[in-house]
């Protein structure tokens, strides 16, 4: 299976942007969906966004949309997530997660779903 790990996070004030990347190793990276969730301190985790494993179909939660634009490369099996109008309460630890699909191209919003996760990236929004 891939294994996955993501970069980009940081500190910005609010209402900057960032652009998170999932690099995934391994070559049956085509057959992954992939989504985007979060963890805020004291907080569950919550999904933020997902992509099918062609990048045609795109899911996010109601509070991203508008703000938060997710894409793949497979050609170089990497994930985006592009986070703009940030707000002090996107401030999470952002974790990319991997579901093997062999037979279907959709995009997953349960965590359950995923079986492979990466160790995450801080993403601090000052106000």
């Known amino acids: 299976q891939v294994q996955l790990v993501e970069s980009g996070g940081g500190s910005v004030q609010a209402g900057g942007s960032l652009r998170l990347s999932c690099a995934a190793s391994?070559?049956?990276?085509?057959?992954?969906?992939v989504g985007w969730f979060r963890q805020a301190p004291g907080k569950e985790r919550e999904f933020v966004a997902a992509v099918s494993r062609s990048g045609g179909n795109t899911y996010y939660a109601d509070s991203m949309k508008g703000r938060f634009t997710i894409s793949r490369d497979n050609a170089k099996n990497t994930v985006y997530l592009q986070m703009n109008s940030l707000k002090p309460e996107d401030t999470a630890v952002y974790y990319c997660?991997?579901?093997?699909?062999?037979?279907?191209?959709?995009?997953?919003?349960?965590?359950?779903?995923?079986?492979?996760w990466g160790q995450g990236t801080q993403v601090t929004v000052s106000s």
């Open positions: 391994g070559r049956t990276f085509t057959s992954y969906a």
């Open positions: 997660a991997g579901s093997l699909r062999y037979y279907d191209n959709y995009a997953y919003t349960g965590a359950t779903t995923y079986t492979v």
